[in-house]
């Protein structure tokens, strides 16, 4: 899975993916400080369902820690876009086909109001966040109209002669955006155009289109960075304004500071969370010291930095994603190495037998029989959708 992390420059952006991944990206207060895209990996939290075994997991590809598996997720943060990015303004659209394959994004804010279009420094409250929300999303949509509109009007005149579904043409021209039949469909449903004539479509029309395909293949969470500048109030209000888009109020900078510390050995942290401790024989300076007590009086007033939760929101909200464990003894639970546990993956919902099978393994996919529930030991036809959670056995021929 892959997943975008996008603002307008100095909103905090860099300073959430380093947050997420522990990476260095540069962070420093002025437009532009991200010239290329970083590419890192962050993970989600998942229950761990070993403790029904009453033994511990051996885990592979995501750690087991406190009874919960911390799955990858691979976060990708490009340079921030201004308005009339379109139009060639700032760093214009160059590094946004690096979000190609983006399951969806993560858009960071600036929740204060502190931070011009123009990605400026200003004093909090002086900018709407609501705006930055609304020209963002124009500027997504004039990047995949773009790509919708590349030599249209050949390409369409083909279509009509041979009598193809626009559907299909469409999901021909838009699989490098990682966008599916299924999601073509559901953006044609709520856009009237001709489907028998795409040569009549007007720009408007594409436009109208690639605003629907935005909707209905990349959704977005919003993080309302630098919370600790504005109150819990206005947050709540800000919601209201740019709902049905989800919003977590965050502090990346508190995040990314709990973070280091912990594996500096000076705190105790779990991402997420709304408490920290100082180390067992930790010995803090007085900066650290008062650096970690503003993120104490944070914790407080907010309740946790928000910027996991974001993330997971995206994940298990927006893009509906369930955790799916794959075993090869439906009884204890362990792969051919006797490892109990060993991988979990995330699956959107709705995710059949067979299509998981496909998922661990292409010949696993190829040569399906039937699934087995590790729970009930029931087989699962092919079609069978998977639940969260579940821990099946894929038998396939030899």
């Known amino acids: 899975m892959e997943l975008g992390v996008i603002g307008k420059p100095n909103v905090g952006k860099s300073t959430t993916f380093n947050a997420l991944t522990l990476l260095d990206a540069a962070m420093a207060p002025y437009p532009f400080t991200t010239t290329v895209p970083n590419r890192g990996s962050g993970a989600v939290r998942v229950r761990c369902p070993h403790g029904e075994k009453g033994a511990a997991c051996d885990p592979g590809n995501a750690r087991c820690v406190d009874g919960f598996r911390w799955v990858p997720v691979t976060l990708i943060d490009v340079p921030g876009l201004v308005p009339g990015a379109s139009e060639g303004k700032g760093l214009g659209h160059k590094f946004l086909d690096d979000l190609r394959a983006a399951d969806g994004f993560l858009h960071v804010i600036d929740g204060s109001g502190g931070t011009s279009p123009e990605g400026e420094i200003v004093t909090p409250g002086r900018f709407d966040p609501a705006e930055e929300v609304g020209w963002l999303e124009q500027e997504l949509v004039a990047w995949i109209a773009e790509i919708l509109s590349r030599d249209f009007a050949r390409h369409v005149r083909s279509v009509e002669l041979e009598g193809a579904k626009v559907e299909e043409f469409l999901g021909a021209r838009l699989t490098g955006l990682s966008i599916t039949p299924a999601e073509v469909s559901a953006a044609l449903r709520v856009v009237p155009v001709d489907r028998e004539r795409p040569s009549n479509w007007t720009a408007e029309d594409r436009r109208r289109l690639a605003a629907a395909l935005l909707h209905a293949a990349k959704p977005r969470v919003l993080a309302a960075n630098k919370c600790d500048r504005t109150t819990p109030e206005k947050m709540a209000e800000l919601g209201e304004r740019v709902a049905p888009l989800p919003l977590a109020p965050t502090s990346a900078e508190a ?25 067992p024989g930790a010995s803090l300076s007085p900066p650290q010291e008062r650096a970690l007590s503003e993120v104490r009086a944070l914790l407080a007033r907010w309740g946790s930095t928000g910027v996991q939760a974001a993330l997971e929101n995206l994940v298990f909200g927006a893009l509906h994603r369930i955790a799916v464990f794959p075993v090869e003894d439906e009884t204890r639970w362990t792969d051919s190495k006797d490892r109990r546990l060993p991988d979990v993956f995330l699956v959107p919902t709705g995710t059949t037998a067979h299509q998981f099978a496909y998922r661990v393994h292409t010949d696993l996919g190829t040569n399906f029989i039937r699934a087995i529930d590790g729970r009930t030991h029931r087989a699962l036809a092919a079609d069978h959708p998977l639940t969260d959670g579940a821990v099946v056995r894929i038998v396939a021929r030899k």
């Not at 000076?266 to 997420?272: D, E, F, I, M």
């Open 255 to 279: 995040e990314l500071t709990l973070r280091r510390a912990t594996r500096a050995g000076l705190v105790r942290y779990t991402p997420g969370a709304g408490t920290f401790e100082t180390a």
